[in-house]
Each structure stands twice: as structure tokens, then as C-alpha cells.
């Protein structure tokens, strides 16, 4: 790991430890599963034992008479609370279940072992109704309804979400009539779990006013605050508030960009009982009750000219978005980006449609859409290039994104590296004497690239994000930040940028756990956002804190400084001042602040001329009746629009991340295996901020696409998941990963970045199907169409052949 140390900065760049590093690599990092509170209770909850049914009884009476059980909830006994984006889930399901995870009653009780035990003693009756579990089937005249109504009450006819999202720019028509060359294809992904390695959970407990704390595994407090503090209303308790904490996570993956039933059923059994109550899934309900990454069926079509120029492009989706609405039902905004805007065609349209299943629903992970319309897009890429018989990679550099470019969507594209990034994976793929050269050896070379949001993702009215400092008597720098982190780095990132633009040691800055008691109003950590926005609220506040600790020096820093010769000259006698006005410096507003000490430009090279930060700060405070201590807060807006998803049309976001990844594999035909040989991985991320932080997120996503490719896939029969383990879900490990990965970094400094940083979370998953699928077809000539490609998938791909 090469460090990178840009001119003129200190920090920014180079390899700074992690501040969580120490606490989780000792075992002292406090999860949820480690939280507890006197007297609390442990909850667990009831799930339904059928993917569509009619509840006809509950009978909780031997559940109640359990001795250690403390409460006993359902529907009946509970107010109506109803969660969601379209707020179709209700917490507590009354009279119909339509998936298996649906919540249907809860227990606190003294210990888990109690509360498990009691849940079995729960007896539902149910009715089995009829059910749908395919998209396509669920749109289709005559399915079963998972809903008879929508949230309002209206008699819903389809299965179809009323939300649309669909862009079209152009002249299609006449993109196909300028088309020398045409293909299309029709492919898929599956349902795949985010695989935190920390559980969910929660702890709510209440005070004596009605107010309510959460300790949860959130992405998005403020937002949650806002759902917590409605369902307070609905209990009863209006005016009261949900003061959200978030602990240290296990991952999110985008787990926590939703509220949960279950952290609504430990406000309402903590109201009940009068005790803090804990819930924590099971690593089987973690697999089974939480929300998965949606599945996808796209069809794509496009064309290119004789050169090789796209001529139009013609994208539908179809998503199947379980029994409710999450924010995952917003995938298609993202999904929108790519399809309208990497490689710009000016003839383009683009669609997609979401189907209500008795599957489970599901929600955001990584990426948000994108992993799935790269997919397609770029394998389809790939089959053109082959019709037109132009190379692929300078099929992509014939149509590729550039710098300062508003593409048919309304992206306004600032800095754009995919060329580079193009060029760069060529090389690193040996592509001019590889690609097309080694079907003889059942090998093959293929690329695939990526646009994706980098500067924010405005799908909510504010996107931005706070920071407070507050400077303390010794030096230290205490943040509070409204961002959460996550595993992805996002605290060494805000250390390094506000070390250096504050001009502090690393180690005098202290980032406080994240608490909507305490911390300025955030968006919520998605997107690929958080440092993105977390680290220009930090400059901004670095910029206030600067203004008021000068201002401070401009009358405290000359009386310091004789104090300090005067010390001086007790331990060298004779010594004389030099002729340097520091008064006058002072007046001229001439000081620097670096490495938490403070001088003065210009001013000669003497220990007592300058002055380390906490001992001007207790001069501040202590100076009697004028005492002052200093504390700055600043908010970040950044400059993106909140889209018109009927039109399309929209800058989501503040700047844009482009990369390329590329992969050489051999595929055994005997046994239909896979073995990726090399990755490389590309990325134009503005400006590194954190080299070691930045290689954890590319490397680790690139782990997880390479899970997409190749191995993840919910397995489920009529709604009920089949491998809901460690054991059965198959994720990547090290032994999968046991090939050479090339990272670089293109550096494009950004204008709106912090430093010039773009944000890079998600992007490192996005292309990494695709471009393994084109190798794929470089090795034996078969296109597959649906992911993961398995053994079996890529042995009746081969037989197909002949």
C-alpha cells in the first residue's frame, strides 16, 4: 500500500490509523449484542408461519402464564403503528400475514432463553390464502392481491407499486433506424443478503416523561428519530421524543437506511413494562427477518453505428419488491443513473416497475440498483461490440463520459476519469495480446465500468450533514458528527481532515458515538455519502474554530509569549529577545496553527515564540469575568437536486464517481468452475483522503461483487428461505479472494470534494459481475445471463453451444 502524501497537506493522503482500530481489534468495541441496561427485559417476536394467510386466532394465554414473562403483545392489545415508504407494514400484523417474516406477536421476558420459550407457546390459527411469489406472475391479470388496499384505504387492482420511475430522451425510433448494429438480451440477479457480521438490534427504554432512547444499529438516526418520535404520537405520548444512539456496527450494507418492526416492538414493549428492553435477531433471523438486496429482471436493448457509436439504448426492469415498501422500493433512482448516463446516448429510455410478492421484502444494500442495471448494461455492451466487430474496450472508449458534460438525465458531470480508467485496465489486463488470444487455454480477459453517485444522493428534501467541535483545555478537539460509522472508515477520514485543516495532531481529535441528542442533523450514512459530506461540514467548522482561536490569540498570544521568555530566560540568563515585534505580528493577524501549536508567521525560530493550542485555550477560559470556551458547529448542503422521477430528470448528486474493473478468468468446462486468475480495479475517487481506509472499501467491495458473480443467492421455496446460515448462504472468503487484485487510484480533485474527494463506498461492487461475465465470454464463447454464475449455470450455458 503505496502512501500518498499530496503537496502542501500533512494528513490528507497518508496512511492514519484508524481510531476505532484499537477497540475493535481488542475486543473492547461495544456492539449492540454487548449493551445492557439495569433491569432490562430481552424481547423476541413471533413470526408467521405461512407466506399469505388469514390470522384467525392468537392465543397467548400459556405464553403469559410462563413464569419470567413479563409481557405479551399483538395486534390486539397494541396502538396501530404502520412503517415503510408507502407505509404499507403495520408492526404488529392484525388479521392477514403476506410473507413468513411477518410479525405477528412479541414477548419480554427476564432472560432470552425465557423470552425463546415463550414465543413457541404462542398459538395462531391461521387460514392459508393464495399466494404469489414471481414478479412477472404477480403482475399478471388475476393474481392473488398482497394487498387489497393501499395505505390509504382505496381497493387496489395489481400487484404493481404506484411508484413510477421512467426517463426518456430523444428520438428512439430514430436511434434504431441509425443502429448498423442492434442486440438484446434479457438477464437477472438474485436476492443476496448483506451478511453484517454484527446481528440487529436494539435497546429502548423510557424515561419518567415518556421519552424514549434507542441504542441502534442504524444508518440513518435523524431519519429513524423522526419515525420513533411519530410512533410516539401513535402510543399515546405525543410531544415526547426518541433520542437515538448509535453503538459500534458490525457493517450495514445498507441494513440500517430503514426502521425495523422490531425496534418499534421494543418501544412498545418497554412502554408496556416499564423496563428497558433489548432485542437481538438470531444469526438465523438475521438471515430470514431482515430485508435483502432485491432481485432483478432487465431487458436491454441498444445500438451503435458502423463506427461504433451509440445510436440509442432501451432499459426495463422489473424488481420484485416483496409484501412492503422500503426505501428499497427507490432502487430505480439509482438504477436511473447508469442507464440514462454511463456511456451517454442521446436516444434513450429507460423504465422500471416494482411487483408487491408474498416474497420477503426488501431493502437497500450497496450499490442501490446499480449492481443491477450494470449487469445487463455492460454484458450487453459486450454482444454489441462482438456484432459490430469492434473491439469491447475501444467500443467503451468510443463512447465515453468526459469532464464537464451534462448527460441526457441532467447529470452535471464535473470531473470525469473513465478514460483513464479504461486505458489503465487495458494495460493492467495485458488486453491487446490476451483478449480474444487464449480460448485455446479456456481463458479470457473482459472489463466492465461504473458511474455512480460520489458527492451525496438526494433522495430525501436535505441531503447534508453537520459537525461540532468543541475545544476542550488541553488541545483535544471533541466532534460530534451526525454520520455514522460503519466498518468503512468514515472516523479516520474525519480525523485526517480535520487535523489538517485545523492544524491539530491527529491524536488531539476525538469523534463522540453518534447520538440525535448530540450530534447536528445528518441524512443518514448512504450513498457513498459519509465522508463526502461529514468532511466538508468539518472544513467548513475547522474554518469558524481557526476565526475564533486567532481572534483569541490577537489579545492573549503576545502576554503568553513574554510569560514564555521570561521562563526562558530564568533557565539561560543573558538571554536577550530578538528584534521581532510580536505585538505588531499579532495585530497583522500573521499566525498558523500546525501540529496543535500556534505561531506566527515570519517569526524567528525560538521555543517560547510559539505556543501549544491547550495553553492558549486556558488562557481563553481563565482570563476571570471574560472567561470563553470554544465551540463551532457547521452544516453542509451539498449542490444536488432532488430528481423529478416521472421525467427523470435531476442532478442527484453533488459529483460523480466513474471506475473500471477488469478480470482474467478460466473457465473448466468439465465442471462448469470459474477461476478468476486476476482483478484489476480502477477508480476515479477525486482524491485519496485515506489510502488504508480506501483500499478497505475498494478491496472489500470487490469481495462482495465478486459473492455477486460467482456464489450469493437467497435460496427460497413458496416465500420460505432454505439457507438462512453461514453454513448454507455462501459469501466470498479469503480462499475465493486467493488471486492477484491490482487498485489503482485516479486522482481528479474534484471541486466540490472535500480535498477534491469524491465518495467511493459502493462503487467497488458495481462492475465486478460484468466484467468477469465478459471474460467469461472471451474464454468459451458463452454469454450468461444471469447471476451468480454457477458451475451449473455456465455447464447448460456450454451445452447450449455445443
Known amino acids: 500500500m503505496a502512501e500518498r502524501r499530496p503537496e502542501g497537506l500533512r494528513h490528507i493522503g497518508q496512511v492514519l490509523a484508524r481510531p476505532d482500530a484499537a477497540d475493535k481489534a481488542s475486543g473492547r468495541a461495544a456492539y449492540i449484542q454487548d449493551l445492557s441496561r439495569p433491569g432490562m427485559l430481552y424481547g423476541k417476536l413471533k413470526f408467521s408461519e405461512h407466506a399469505h394467510a388469514r390470522i384467525v386466532r392468537i392465543d397467548t394465554s400459556r405464553a403469559e ?23 404499507d407494514n403495520y408492526v404488529l400484523k392484525k388479521g392477514r400475514v403476506r410473507q413468513f417474516r411477518d410479525e405477528v406477536a412479541a414477548v419480554a421476558a427476564i432472560d432470552p432463553e425465557i423470552a425463546a420459550e415463550a414465543v413457541e407457546l404462542i398459538d395462531v390459527e391461521y387460514e392459508p390464502l393464495p399466494a404469489v411469489f414471481c414478479p412477472r406472475e404477480a403482475l399478471a391479470e388475476g393474481a392473488p392481491l398482497v394487498h387489497e388496499t393501499d395505505p390509504s384505504g382505496k381497493p387496489r387492482r395489481s400487484n404493481r407499486l404506484a411508484l413510477e420511475y421512467q426517463h426518456t430522451s430523444g428520438d428512439l425510433a430514430a436511434g434504431e433506424r441509425a443502429a448498423r448494429h442492434i ?6 440477479t438474485p436476492v443476496i443478503q448483506q451478511s453484517c457480521m454484527g446481528p440487529a438490534g436494539c435497546i429502548a427504554e423510557f424515561d419518567a416523561r415518556g421519552n424514549v432512547t434507542l441504542w441502534a444499529k442504524t444508518q440513518i438516526p435523524f431519519l429513524a428519530q423522526r419515525d420513533f418520535n411519530r410512533a410516539l ?23 440500517g437506511l430503514d426502521t425495523h418492526v422490531y425496534e418499534y416492538v421494543a418501544m412498545l414493549l418497554a412502554h408496556r413494562t416499564g423496563k428497558p428492553v433489548k432485542i437481538v435477531y438470531t444469526r438465523e433471523e438475521e438471515f430470514a427477518c431482515l430485508s435483502p438486496r432485491q432481485s432483478s429482471q432487465v431487458r436491454v436493448v441498444q445500438g451503435c453505428d458502423s463506427e461504433g457509436k451509440l445510436t440509442f439504448r432501451r432499459i426495463e426492469a422489473l424488481l420484485d419488491n416483496g409484501a412492503y415498501t422500503s426505501w428499497g422500493a427507490t432502487y430505480p433512482t439509482v438504477m436511473m443513473l447508469p442507464a440514462t448516463s454511463l456511456y451517454p446516448v442521446a436516444n434513450v429510455h429507460f423504465e422500471a416497475q416494482l411487483a408487491y410478492t408474498n416474497n ?7 450499490g442501490y440498483g446499480n449492481p443491477e442495471v450494470a449487469w445487463p448494461l455492460e454484458s450487453n455492451l459486450d454482444d454489441l461490440a462482438h456484432a459490430a466487430g469492434i473491439d469491447p474496450l475501444e467500443l467503451r472508449l468510443k463512447n465515453c463520459n468526459e469532464p464537464n458534460a451534462l448527460t441526457p438525465m441532467g447529470l452535471q458531470i464535473t470531473t470525469c476519469a473513465l478514460r483513464e480508467c479504461l486505458e489503465s485496465a487495458g494495460r493492467r489486463l495485458d488486453w491487446k495480446a490476451k483478449r480474444g488470444q487464449q480460448r ?16 451525496s444522493g438526494r433522495i430525501y428534501r436535505s441531503d447534508g450533514g453537520g459537525v461540532i467541535l468543541k475545544l476542550d483545555d488541553y488541545g483535544n478537539v471533541n466532534v460530534n458528527c451526525g454520520g455514522v460509522e460503519m466498518g468503512q472508515g468514515l472516523h479516520a477520514a474525519l480525523t485526517a481532515t480535520i487535523a489538517e485543516e485545523l492544524g491539530v495532531l491527529p491524536e488531539r481529535v476525538h469523534i463522540n458515538p453518534t447520538d440525535t441528542g448530540t450530534c447536528p442533523w445528518d441524512a443518514g450514512t448512504h450513498a457513498s455519502r459519509g465522508a463526502f459530506i461529514a468532511c466538508n461540514a468539518a472544513i467548513r467548522a475547522c474554518a469558524k474554530a481557526k476565526e475564533k482561536i486567532f481572534s483569541a490569540a490577537r489579545e492573549l498570544f503576545p502576554e503568553e509569549v513574554r510569560r514564555s521568555f521570561e521562563q526562558h530566560r530564568k533557565k539561560h540568563p543573558g538571554a536577550e529577545a530578538p528584534a521581532f515585534d510580536v505585538q505588531a505580528a499579532a495585530e497583522a493577524g500573521r499566525f498558523v496553527l500546525r501540529d496543535s501549536v500556534l505561531a506566527l508567521e515570519g517569526a524567528p525560530d525560538e521555543p517560547w515564540l510559539s505556543l501549544e493550542l491547550g495553553r492558549l485555550l486556558r488562557a481563553l477560559h481563565f482570563r476571570g469575568q471574560q472567561g470563553e470556551m470554544i465551540a463551532v458547529e457547521a452544516f453542509y448542503e451539498p449542490k444536488s437536486e432532488l430528481p423529478d422521477w416521472h421525467k427523470g430528470y435531476g442532478n442527484m448528486s453533488a459529483t460523480y464517481a466513474f471506475g473500471v474493473q477488469g478480470a482474467e478468468v478460466e473457465v473448466d468446462e468439465e465442471t462448469g468452475e470459474v477461476k478468476v486468475l486476476k482483478m484489476v480495479s480502477i477508480h476515479d475517487v477525486g482524491r485519496v483522503l485515506n489510502p488504508q481506509t480506501l483500499d478497505g472499501q475498494v478491496y472489500g467491495g470487490l469481495a462482495q461483487g465478486i459473492g455477486y458473480a460467482l456464489y450469493e443467492q437467497v435460496q427460497s421455496r413458496a416465500g420460505r428461505m432454505l439457507n438462512p446460515s453461514f453454513t448454507d448462504y455462501k459469501i466470498v472468503t479469503a480462499n475465493e479472494m486467493a488471486f492477484p487484485v491490482e487498485v489503482e487510484y485516479v486522482e481528479t480533485h474534484d471541486p466540490e470534494g ?14 465486478t459481475a460484468p466484467a468477469i461475465g465478459n471474460a467469461v465470454f472471451d474464454a468459451v464463447g458463452v454469454r450468461l445471463h444471469d447471476l451468480p454464475m454457477t458451475p451449473e449455470r455456465v455447464l447448460a450455458a456450454l451445452k447450449a453451444r455445443g
Request: glycine share 20%; net charge positive.
Open 360 to 366: 420477503t421484502y426488501c431493502q437497500a444494500m450497496r
Open 183 to 188: 442486440v438484446e438480451g434479457q438477464y437477472s
Open 233 to 255: 404520537e401513535l402510543m399515546g405520548l405525543p410531544g415526547r421524543n426518541a433520542r437515538v444512539i448509535v453503538p459500534a456496527l458490525g457493517g450495514g450494507f445498507g441494513t
Open 65 to 87: 402464564r410462563l413464569p419470567g414473562v413479563r409481557a405479551v403483545l399483538t395486534a390486539e392489545n397494541t396502538p396501530e403503528i404502520r412503517i415503510g415508504f408507502l407505509r
Open 754 to 767: 472535500p480535498f477534491g474527494a469524491k465518495g467511493i463506498g459502493e462503487p467497488g461492487l458495481v462492475p
Open 440 to 455: 485455446g487455454k479456456r481463458r479470457g480477459v473482459g472489463l466492465a465500468a461504473l458511474l455512480h453517485v460520489g458527492g
